[in-house]
């Protein structure tokens, strides 16, 4: 096997730990329980501060703005002793609920609910047939987005985000670790984890169930991810895996982002494929050593690149995967 392909982002994440990650909250630092609290600490907060949001507390944001975090701190929740995470809901206006623009931001221990956890598949296709774009007829979500680089996001759950849950964009970069991810499945959007611009994200040892896509990407040059160590659920009701290409965009490329790699997952749904590519990339592209429900490499993967519809030789690399393992 090559070398890890993400080595640019693992290291922006080494380069944040010695000043986030090593610190803990000391025990001046009270848990906010209010979401008037909360604003005060993020308008306020100094480099590295710690920002711990209360145990059972439930802060229901719909009538705020975007939260913003223009600082680099520790957004932390307060797990109670059943393990109970804190809430942050936002069940009104189509606005992103947090906004990530400082580097090296952590965010841990929290749970996100948006507005929406159906698809309106039925409503979307009947608008669609009249005329109408469907998709964009019902409040447009999202949970997390993210502009800064060397973002961490570790044990959250994210859910109800009719567009996405997290969304990379600009030059960000981001690792999503031991997260759950799921009802983010919008007909026609529904990403976990979508990726735009130069985006980079390393997305490990998650879960996700009842998305579209559960992970995605523009495809525009210069975007990578890398998933490994992830469980996908079988209610998907698109590839959980996705990269897009130049025929999405209507930009006359063929280009479907730098690098993706996917690798000792563990993908249950079989009612559509494991992954599809659909341009060409401008490195590589590859999938090995995962377990598949799948039956077979033809049934797990899809290529739609407007040349020849299946894998470039030297473009994309299959092996070593597990088929048949529920």
Known sequence: MKPLIFLPVILLMASCSTRLLSRSPSASETPVSTVEQLKERL?????????LVGEGV???LSAEATLQVTVPVILKGVKGPGGSTPTLVHLGRPLPMLRVEAPDVRIEDLRFEGIEKDSKKEEIIELNRRGIKGVYQFPVTRGIEIVSRGVVLSGCELSGFSHAAVFLSGDSSAYIEKSYF?????????????????????????????NRHSIAASGLPGQVYEADLNWFGPDHSATPLDMHGGKDRSDGTEIAGRRVH???????????PAFIHRGIPQEEVRIEHNQLAHSSEKAAVGYYNGVTRKAINGKFVFEGNEFGRD
Do not use: M
């Open 182 to 210: 799921h009802h983010n499945q919008r007909w026609g959007l529904g990403y976990g984890v979508a990726l735009h611009e130069r985006a980079q994200a390393r997305i490990t040892g998650n879960r996700f169930n009842w």
């Open 262 to 272: 996917i690798h000792h997952n563990r993908i249950l749904s079989t009612t559509v």
């Open 43 to 51: 308008a306020h907060a100094k480099e590295s501060e710690v920002i």
């Open 58 to 60: 439930r802060l229901d």
